[in-house]
């Protein structure tokens, strides 16, 4: 079995005004870091059509955001979200991907994957782009995995800095999903709180003060996220991958090692080992220091290369 790394060129289309944090060169610095992987089994991630979409946003949405793309420069869909000429493509590569790698894992052609596209995902709501993020990537792959491949228990653990609003939000009403959040608390977007728990208590919201480090972190993902995963017996563990909570990192007031992520990745396959045949599909969120963020997702994939071979 291999890893699956999911990408595409379009997805460099994207274009954001000079000096946004989410930039094309941070899928360079993901594809330089990764080049050296032999046995990574590269594959194009495929565009979504507007029905997969369609499983988290209503198709006036969809629409709306179709019609906001500027044929030329940038277009501001908020103060930090903007579209360029490429965007639609990107983000349905964005999407696509992810579906393409829950296919390619429950099908059993590959071990994991890991998909590397943009514009990220978890901070886009129903009816809202929001926070660099025009569709629910991870939440549209949960729903698709429930839908096309009828599982009743699939697990999602979101580690960027930043609280995944968008996947709660499209999540709030889904008794399939487990859905665990950590994130610097108090911080943009504002949620994240812990009393924010979902129509089922399916929803985990693990609030980490600024500052927080290796050790703190840690000992809260031990106590709490792992075991609540281990008693769940998910058949399908999803990962929304930010890596800005690294300390490097311009966006985080948190304080995590590179060596966190393949810690907590480490962690996360032993828990699909023994519950789901190892099944995860991890894909890109956040992670700003383009140094930070090239190795440590190095690192997770690495992870994931060895707990797939």
Same mark, same amino acid.
């Given at each position: 079995?291999?890893?699956?790394? *999911?990408?595409?060129?379009?997805?460099?289309?994207?274009?954001? @005004?000079?000096?946004? &944090? !989410?930039?094309? %060169?941070?899928?360079?610095?993901? +594809?330089?870091?990764?080049? @050296?992987?032999?046995?990574?089994?590269?594959?194009?991630?495929? %565009?979504? &059509?507007?029905?997969?979409? $369609?499983?988290?946003?209503?198709?006036? *949405?969809?629409?709306?955001?179709? +019609?906001?793309? @500027?044929?030329?420069?940038?277009?501001?869909?908020?103060?930090?979200?903007?579209?360029?000429?490429?965007?639609?493509?990107?983000?349905?590569?964005?999407?696509?991907?992810?579906?393409?790698?829950?296919? +390619?894992?429950?099908?059993?052609?590959?071990?994991?994957? #890991?998909?590397?596209?943009?514009?990220?995902?978890?901070?886009?709501?129903?009816?809202? @782009?929001?926070? #660099?993020?025009?569709?629910?990537?991870?939440?549209?792959?949960?729903?698709?995995?429930?839908?096309?491949?009828?599982?009743?228990?699939?697990?999602?653990?979101?580690?960027?800095?930043?609280?995944?609003?968008? /996947?709660?939000?499209?999540?709030?009403? !889904?008794?399939?999903?487990?859905?665990?959040?950590?994130?610097?608390?108090?911080?943009?977007?504002?949620?994240? %709180?812990?009393?924010?728990?979902?129509?089922?208590?399916?929803?985990?919201?693990?609030?980490?003060?600024?500052?927080?480090?290796?050790?703190?972190?840690?000992?809260?993902? /031990?106590?709490?996220?792992?075991?609540?995963?281990?008693?769940?017996?998910?058949?399908?563990?999803?990962?929304?991958? $930010? #890596?800005?909570?690294?300390?490097?990192? &311009?966006?985080?007031?948190?304080?995590?090692?590179?060596?966190? *992520? +393949?810690?907590?990745?480490?962690?996360?396959?032993?828990?699909?080992?023994?519950?789901?045949?190892?099944?995860?599909?991890? /894909?890109?969120?956040?992670? *700003?220091?383009?140094?930070?963020?090239?190795?440590?997702?190095?690192?997770?994939?690495?992870?994931?290369?060895?707990?797939?071979?």
């Amino acid at each position: 079995m291999t890893t699956a790394f *999911y990408s595409h060129a379009d997805c460099l289309a994207h274009q954001t @005004p000079p000096g946004h &944090p !989410e930039q094309v %060169a941070r899928l360079e610095a993901i +594809a330089e870091a990764l080049e @050296p992987f032999d046995g990574l089994d590269r594959r194009e991630a495929p %565009a979504a &059509p507007d029905d997969v979409i $369609g499983l988290c946003h209503p198709q006036s *949405y969809i629409d709306e955001i179709a +019609a906001a793309e @500027p044929q030329a420069g940038t277009r501001p869909l908020d103060a930090d979200t903007h579209m360029s000429s490429g965007s639609m493509t990107a983000a349905r590569r964005a999407v696509g991907g992810t579906v393409a790698a829950v296919d +390619a894992v429950m099908a059993g052609e590959v071990a994991n994957a #890991f998909v590397a596209c943009r514009p990220p995902g978890h901070h886009a709501e129903r009816e809202k @782009p929001m926070g #660099f993020c025009l569709f629910g990537n991870v939440a549209i792959a949960a729903k698709h995995a429930i839908a096309a491949h009828g599982l009743k228990r699939v697990a999602i653990v979101d580690f960027d800095v930043h609280h995944g609003n968008g /996947t709660q939000d499209l999540l709030w009403n !889904e008794d399939k999903v487990l859905f665990f959040s950590s994130h610097q608390f108090p911080h943009w977007p504002g949620t994240g %709180a812990e009393k924010e728990r979902g129509k089922y208590d399916q929803i985990v919201n693990l609030p980490l003060a600024p500052e927080t480090g290796s050790l703190e972190m840690r000992n809260s993902y /031990t106590r709490r996220v792992f075991p609540m995963i281990d008693a769940y017996r998910p058949e399908l563990i999803l990962i929304s991958a $930010g #890596f800005d909570a690294h300390k490097a990192d &311009p966006l985080s007031e948190l304080r995590w090692d590179t060596d966190d *992520y +393949a810690w907590i990745t480490e962690k996360l396959c032993d828990l699909a080992d023994k519950h789901c045949g190892g099944r995860v599909v991890s /894909t890109l969120e956040g992670g *700003y220091d383009l140094n930070a963020l090239a190795a440590s997702s190095a690192a997770h994939v690495q992870v994931l290369m060895e707990k797939g071979a």
